[in-house]
């Protein structure tokens, strides 16, 4: 039994993120959050200590966090990211703050996991705007097993 022992409560939720490394420019989704990191769905291999500039973002709201990052571990699928220095600069927010605006958007009155665990769903003028496309997919590092991940992708809307 594999047990958790993260000092810092994380959030389960999906944001967009952009990573530059001394090698490019590629993008990946995220996991699950904190102020100190997140942790990615992506299929890049990077070796621990590995920098990287890494902006995430929501259709949510219009600010950004961006940090120069540490790769801190990394299997085929998944990369957990430190936040080592937040850039602060206009339109972008401190680790704490974008997390607290994240959690702020993402909860809806009267759910059990509001404050918990972020809801992504955007209202108009006064009808629901669908902000979340689902696709499943089957984890690759155990190919014998064949249950599903969800993985929640924001969706641009002109």
């Given at each position: 039994?594999?047990?958790?022992?993260?000092?810092?409560?994380?959030?389960?939720?999906?944001?967009?993120?952009?990573?530059?490394?001394?090698?490019?420019?590629?993008?990946?989704?995220?996991?699950?959050?904190?102020?100190?990191?997140?942790?990615?769905?992506t299929?890049?291999?990077?070796?621990?200590g590995?920098?990287?500039?890494?902006?995430?973002?929501?259709?949510?709201?219009?600010?950004?966090?961006?940090?120069?990052?540490?790769?801190?571990?990394?299997?085929?699928?998944?990369?957990?990211?430190?936040?080592?220095?937040?850039?602060?600069?206009?339109?972008?927010?401190?680790?704490?703050?974008?997390?607290?605006?994240?959690?702020?958007?993402?909860?809806?009155?009267?759910?059990?996991?509001?404050?918990v665990?972020?809801?992504?769903?955007?209202?108009?003028?006064?009808?629901?705007?669908?902000?979340?496309?689902?696709?499943?997919?089957?984890?690759?590092?155990?190919?014998?097993?064949?249950?599903?991940?969800?993985?929640?992708?924001?969706?641009?809307?002109?």
């Amino acid at each position: 039994m594999t047990e958790d022992l993260r000092r810092i409560d994380r959030v389960s939720v999906c944001c967009r993120v952009s990573v530059r490394d001394r090698y490019g420019m590629w993008t990946a989704v995220t996991e699950d959050i904190c102020s100190h990191g997140c942790r990615v769905f992506t299929q890049r291999l990077l070796r621990a200590g590995s920098l990287l500039n890494v902006t995430l973002s929501s259709d949510l709201f219009p600010e950004e966090l961006e940090a120069v990052s540490e790769a801190v571990w990394s299997t085929p699928d998944r990369l957990g990211i430190a936040f080592i220095d937040p850039i602060v600069r206009s339109g972008t927010l401190l680790p704490d703050a974008w997390l607290a605006k994240v959690l702020e958007h993402g909860a809806t009155p009267g759910s059990a996991a509001a404050g918990v665990v972020p809801v992504v769903r955007r209202m108009g003028a006064r009808t629901p705007v669908r902000s979340v496309q689902v696709l499943r997919a089957v984890p690759s590092t155990s190919p014998d097993k064949l249950a599903d991940t969800l993985l929640r992708l924001p969706i641009r809307h002109a």
